[in-house]
């Protein structure tokens, strides 16, 4: 039987009530647990913004980054030991905003690692400011006349750079939003999963979310078919679909690092059995 509790600290969330970041947690916590990871073998690595408190609720390796830089320690963190299975959280400020330079080079290198971002259009944490997804004319505490820029679409860049897997979820659908992230995980390289996190404080958009979702299981969509899943996320549709976009295979980034991968860094490192001189160099 799977149990759940394995990847659970135990610390209470101190999320708004409601917040759609219970959801993305739930359903990470219950993908590494069918998928039969040890947390051992897993890093979780989160930016800055609410979706950050991750690193606190899952009971795996974690590691709290500065603003913006998950994939930059996620990919270091990969390289230095490519057994770990390493995921990035980053919210829709972090990643589309200040930490928008690494999203298309972690997709074009296709370095195996899995990024999702807890889409919420807004900064929730510093109290309701616009994010580059925010859509164009929304009122915000830094918009107070509307928005004027029209949002990023996260799925056509990634789609765009390279990336080789793309899918959305939607953290209102518990189970769904689990199997995207198993295999997610499962894939190997790249795999970036925007997430419908609805901010139930400064921006409730469950409503209007849970009556245009559609899963793309029910449809015909072909996840191989690179022109489809172009089509699929650019098309002006009063629907919006979830599920795997896309998805194709290409090697992954740190089959480059061959010469340097035997052992890899992490492995050398613990073979290294006195520390002693390392740790007096901190002193
Ligand atoms: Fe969630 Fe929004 Fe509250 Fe942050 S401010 S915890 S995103 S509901």
């Not at 101190?14 to 739930?26: A, E, K, Q, S």
């Not at 074009?108 to 004319?137: E, K, S």
């Not at 009122?139 to 750079?161: D, I, W």
């Amino acid at each position: 039987m799977v149990d759940v509790r394995k990847f659970d600290t135990g610390r209470m969330p101190v999320w708004c009530p409601g917040c759609g970041n219970f959801g993305i947690l739930m359903a990470v916590r219950k993908a590494l647990a069918e998928l039969e990871l040890e947390p051992e073998n897993v890093v979780l690595v989160t930016g800055i913004g609410c979706h950050g408190r991750m690193s606190e609720y899952v009971k795996v390796n974690t590691f709290h980054t500065i603003h913006g830089r998950v994939l930059p320690l996620a990919t270091g963190i990969k390289l230095a030991n490519p057994d770990l299975t390493v995921i990035g959280h980053s919210g829709d400020g972090d990643a589309y905003a200040i930490g928008m330079g690494h999203l298309p080079h972690a997709a074009r290198r296709n370095i195996d690692i899995t990024l999702i971002v807890h889409n919420n259009m807004i900064f929730g944490l510093t109290t309701g400011q616009a994010t580059p997804t925010t859509p164009y004319g929304r009122k915000t505490r830094s918009t107070p006349y509307g928005n004027p820029e029209h949002p990023l679409n996260p799925l056509h860049l990634a789609l765009a750079s390279g990336a080789t897997f793309v899918a959305r979820g939607f953290s209102a659908d518990v189970e769904h939003l689990k199997e995207l992230i198993k295999k997610a995980i499962r894939h190997r390289g790249f795999a970036f999963v925007d997430v419908i996190q609805p901010c139930v404080t400064f921006f409730n958009t469950y409503k209007f979310f849970r009556e245009r979702v559609y899963k793309l299981e029910d449809t015909d969509h072909d996840p191989s078919d690179f022109r489809a899943a172009l089509d699929l996320v650019t098309r002006n549709e009063e629907k919006i679909p979830i599920g795997v976009i896309y998805q194709t295979e290409r090697p992954v980034f740190e089959l480059q690092f061959q010469h340097a991968m035997n052992p890899p860094p992490a492995r050398r490192l613990s073979a290294i059995r006195d520390l002693s001189k390392i740790l007096a160099r901190f002193r």
